[in-house]
């Protein structure tokens, strides 16, 4: 403790500077005070295994794998959904003959860049199954959960091809079983809901091989009327032989599942190093201590106007950083209190987050936790990774502290 008292008083001698206050030539003689700041920037800092987030019923899925950068290793991302009826009513007729079923997948994003992570030369290889284990749209799923039985069927799709994001969508084809599969429980009923469907039908498992070097994850519109699944079909209704379709959708009524796998490379977790790694998908995070703020209740009467927290990062030219991080407040349970969230600069230098309430109830014995975990927003639909500049070439993670002294 002695040790970190001195260091601050170190900081506060180099860092001191005097401001002037918007106004104060309007304040009435006597009524001077300074605005000063500090800047603490030896700040202990770690990598450490990524936390489990929510990943169910997310809007947006992630599908592919990329293997980017060494430290970062391998990632994988996986969905599942259950499918919904476009029509309780069709009546589909005698002579059925299945001609395809396509997959039709919308990605999001306005722009190419937006609609994936990663290498876009990568081929992928693809492969479909249908779920023979029951998913539940009212359940939590998080983005360590895996599907353990998809994979002992044999798959309804099975393609390889480097994906176009240059288009607004991609099709995967299906086996013309699975059609026949979807009309015969259809016609199993005599009348049906989607309720009644779901229980034959349980959904399908979407996934892509592991990647050994480059790679891309795509973003998907999940809930968009582009995403279907469409079965292309002859039949006879009052004995006109005449070709038909059959759509199935995702919906807002849907279970929907996001699933990643990481292989971490060269990252050494709960070690001071020269980089904290983050990356969505449940990979690793940063971790920072400012329990080193409590002491700073012993530098008189102050009151904090802004708290900043600067972390330097050192932008992927190739791939690029996440545009928003959060971080999150918690105790040593590792219990959330608080989620904020940060930018990165127009020159992708550094992120800010502005803390200053969670500073103030610090120094002021009202809060006691402070652990800070730092990671890509909205990290179950969010590829990004990024390192973050922790102790090199004069760059340090800082926190700098706006105040006034009275």
């Known amino acids: 403790m002695l040790y970190t008292t001195i260091l601050l008083l170190i900081a506060v001698a180099c860092n001191k500077e005097d401001q002037s206050l918007i106004g104060k030539d309007i304040l009435p003689d006597g009524d001077n005070f300074n605005v000063e ?122 393609t390889t091809f480097v994906p176009n994001y240059e288009n607004t969508s991609f099709e995967l084809k299906l086996d013309t079983s699975f059609g026949r599969k979807v009309i015969n429980a259809y016609n199993s009923h005599t009348t049906i809901t989607n309720e009644d469907f779901i229980k034959d039908i349980k959904g399908i498992y979407v996934t892509t091989d592991s990647v050994s070097s480059g790679g891309s994850i795509m973003y998907i519109n999940h809930l968009s009327n582009n995403t279907f699944i469409r079965i292309y079909y002859k039949s006879k209704v009052n004995n006109t032989l005449s070709n038909r379709e059959f759509d199935l959708y995702i919906n807002s009524y849907s279970a929907e599942i996001n699933m990643f796998k990481n292989t971490v490379g060269n990252i050494q977790y709960n070690t001071s190093a020269d980089y904290i790694y983050t990356q969505g998908m449940g990979g690793p995070i940063g971790n920072l201590d400012l329990s080193f703020v409590e002491t700073y209740s012993d530098s008189g009467k102050i009151v904090i106007n802004k708290a900043e927290l600067i972390l330097p990062n050192e932008n992927d030219a190739i791939y690029g950083s996440p545009e928003k991080m959060y971080i999150e407040i918690v105790d040593t349970t590792g219990a959330t209190n608080l989620v904020k969230s940060g930018y990165l600069n127009d020159d992708k230098t550094e992120y800010s987050f502005i803390i200053t309430d969670h500073i103030t109830s610090i120094i002021n014995k009202k809060e006691t936790k402070t652990g800070i975990y730092i990671y890509p927003a909205n990290p179950t639909i969010n590829a990004g990774k990024t390192k973050l500049i922790n102790n090199l070439n004069n760059k340090n993670i800082k926190l700098k502290l706006t105040y006034t002294k009275y």
């Open 37 to 158: 700041y500090y800047i603490f920037d030896s700040i202990n800092a770690v990598t450490i295994p990524g936390k489990k987030s929510i990943s169910n019923n997310r809007g947006i899925a992630l599908l592919g794998s990329y293997n980017l950068d060494p430290n970062f290793g391998m990632v994988k991302a996986d969905f599942a959904t259950h499918l919904r009826l476009s029509s309780t009513t069709t009546i589909f007729g005698d002579s059925i003959q299945i001609d395809s079923v396509k997959f039709f997948v919308l990605f999001n994003g306005d722009n190419a860049e937006d609609r994936y992570y990663g290498d876009k030369t990568t081929e992928l290889h693809f492969k479909v199954y249908e779920l023979d284990s029951t998913i539940y749209y009212d359940s939590t799923y998080y983005s360590n959960f895996q599907l353990n039985t998809a994979s002992n069927n044999l798959p309804i799709c099975d």
